[in-house]
Structures are given as C-alpha cells and as structure tokens.
C-alpha cells in the first residue's frame, strides 16, 4: 500500500541523522564512470528504506536516515547507490502489480569501529516468490574527497550555489561576444544556446517549459514544471541532451518531468 500510496513522490521531510555534520558545504564531485560534474552539498539525508517503498512512514523515525554522500544517495547518474536498491524493489511492484506477494528489504548501514558516519550499507533485498534474492553493497564515499567518519569533516574545496549556472553563462556569451541579455536573444536563433532567462509559463506553483525547452538540475537530469526555476538553467532539450543530461525518470514536489 505505501508503494502505492507514493507514486515515486516525497512523502516528507528528511529527518536529521543523529551524527549529522555540524556543515555540509556545497561541492563538486566528478565522476569518472559518467564523466559528469555534480555540484551540490556533498552529505545527503539518506534514507535507508525509501519513502518510494514505506511511503510517509519512512519519516517517522530519524534511525531511518544516515549521513551518506551524494554518490551513496543516488549514485553517479541519478539511478545508483541507495537509489539502485529502492528500484530493484519499485521494477518488482511495477511488474506485478495485483501480486499477493511480499518484499523483505533491510538495509544494515556498516561502521568502523567507533565510528559515527557509515562507511557504506548493506541492502538485502528478497521476494516472498524468489523473483528477487540479492544483496546491494552501497559504499559512503565521494570520488576525490578524504572524509572523516567521526565528524564529517572532508578536504573537498566548497563551491558556489550558482557555478553551474554562472559558468554556463559565461560561456555562451563569451563564444558569441554578447551581454547577457543579447546571448538570450540569440537564443531565439540558436536551438542549442544556453540561456538563464526562465521563461517558462506560470501555472499556479508551477514554471511550465516553452515547448522544446527544460529545466536542467546540477546532477544532470531535466524537467518540464519546476516550482523554482532559479535553482535550474533553462536550454532547450536538444542542448541538455548534447551535455550528457537525460530526463528525470520521476517527479517531486519541486519539480516533474
């Protein structure tokens, strides 16, 4: 019922993990297996059982969450790390949706000795008919970036909110020897220019994507309504496709794909 219930959305707000940091700066991580740059807070609150699977109830208790990294949370292309467990389960309920069977997911996070920070979580994950019988090793790291397990603490260079956005920028006005707002105009003549202008269409909370554009988010994945369209650049599909981003394969309460 909870699976249902959620239909891939949030169901809450994330509880704060009793070893959580006293900062979480913004960073850049560079993954070697996408050759993508997430910029972002380097810890999530990450769930150890999904609210995709329990639904409201994976927010009652703060012993549901712990310090993990981007990478540990989602992974390096938006669909690893804790994520790649919860869609193992979430393809399961999709392929058999009037099943009377059931899902026995565990996640047992792994600690160096006194240590406050996991080092990584164990995610066994079995189906009452054997359809699934696996266990996910998830590793709490970040390419590049040494962390101390007790404090969080870590030799990563804190970044800007707006890098991403801001460097985008630059270079497109600087390729064509525009200002800004003459790099938007050109954008009317070139399909694959980017643009921080949001133009999008206002929909009660929603911004809505001209047709052909979208909303690109730092880890690489765009949407069509977003509730924010600051925390976005706005370029056209082809453009976002061009630089290794990809549709979001579900929405939240901040944006829809």
Request: cysteine-free; glycine content about 8%.
């Amino acid at each position: 019922g909870e699976y249902a219930d959620s239909r891939g959305s949030r169901q809450g707000s994330p509880l704060e993990p009793s070893s959580w940091p006293t900062t979480n700066p913004k960073v850049a991580i560079s993954y070697a297996f996408t050759g993508h740059t997430y910029h972002g807070y380097l810890y999530n609150r990450s769930h150890s059982i999904g609210d995709s699977l329990l639904g409201a109830k994976s927010y009652t208790s703060e012993n549901n969450f712990t310090t993990g990294t981007r990478p540990q949370n989602v992974g390096a292309d938006q669909d690893g790390g804790m994520r790649y467990a919860e869609e193992t389960a979430e393809a399961y309920w999709a392929s058999n949706p009037n099943t009377s069977d059931t899902i026995k997911y565990e996640t047992t996070p792994l600690y160096y000795h006194s240590e406050t920070i996991p080092r990584g979580s164990i995610v066994d994950i079995k189906s009452s008919d054997g359809q699934i019988n696996t266990a996910v090793a998830v590793i709490n790291s970040a390419e590049g970036i040494k962390i101390n397990y007790n404090t969080g603490n870590n030799n990563a260079k804190p970044i800007k909110s707006t890098s991403r956005r801001s460097s985008q920028a630059t270079r497109t006005t600087s390729s064509h020897g525009y200002g800004s707002s003459t790099g938007s105009a050109n954008h009317k003549t070139n399909a694959t220019a980017r643009s921080t202008t949001h133009s999008g269409t206002k929909s009660g909370q929603w911004t809505v994507a001209a047709a052909g554009m979208v909303y690109v988010s730092d880890s690489h994945k765009y949407y069509s309504q977003v509730t924010n369209p600051d925390n976005y650049t706005y370029e056209s599909e082809s453009a976002a496709q061009s630089s290794g981003a990809t549709r979001a394969s579900r929405g939240n309460q901040y944006a829809r794909p």
